[in-house]
């Protein structure tokens, strides 16, 4: 097939000059909240993220055997993606995590006979369509991640230690 592995053509995206005077103040503003805020336990305080898994890359290039006088590529102009939303406490929970799909009904979603769904479904995760044309997330959903896998981590989190309420 000569294939060939190429490297990226563009820079990378650079820190900005002043990268140092900016995690010097968001290490402030984070130790003035959690001061302020009492925030008293590590399981309260939650880093969340988001990442794109790509199935199917939009290419025309596919692994075939040596010599093959066709190959065929299924999908060769558009990606197959998804979103994934994860969260981690400064106690290390991982939370369970929200997998966006792009789309607007419900059939976006991976069947329920999938493999591995049932495993899913136990870890709690969360899958959902954007109601968009792509797979990233948005209000709605993070709204619905506060929801309903951050704010019943919380509660529970508070239960374990005895911690009020409000």
């Known amino acids: 097939l000569h294939w060939l592995f190429c490297h990226a053509t563009c820079t990378a995206q650079k820190l900005p ?5 900016c995690c010097l103040e968001q290490f ?8 302020d805020c009492v925030i008293f336990h590590p399981s309260f305080y939650v880093n969340i993220d988001q990442t794109n ?7 025309t ?11 065929t590529v299924l999908g060769q102009h558009k990606k197959q ?12 929970d991982a939370l369970p995590f929200q997998i966006i799909y792009c789309g ?3 059939c976006s979603l ?24 792509t797979y990233w997330s948005n209000f709605d959903l993070m709204c619905s991640y506060v929801l309903d896998i951050l704010v ?13 309420p409000d």
């Open 17 to 21: 000059k002043n990268a140092d005077e």
């Open 28 to 35: 402030l503003q984070l130790a003035l909240t959690i001061h």
């Open 53 to 59: 898994i790509i199935y199917q890359p939009a290419n």
């Open 61 to 71: 290039s596919t692994y075939e055997v040596k010599g093959s006088k066709q190959v």
């Open 81 to 92: 993606a998804f979103t994934t939303l994860i969260g981690i406490s400064a106690a290390s």
């Open 104 to 106: 607007k009904m419900k």
């Open 110 to 133: 991976p069947v329920m006979m999938s493999m591995q769904y049932k495993e899913a479904q136990k870890l709690r995760f969360e899958f959902c369509y954007s109601n968009t044309d």
């Open 152 to 164: 019943p981590y919380w509660m529970h989190q508070k239960e374990l230690i005895g911690a009020p």
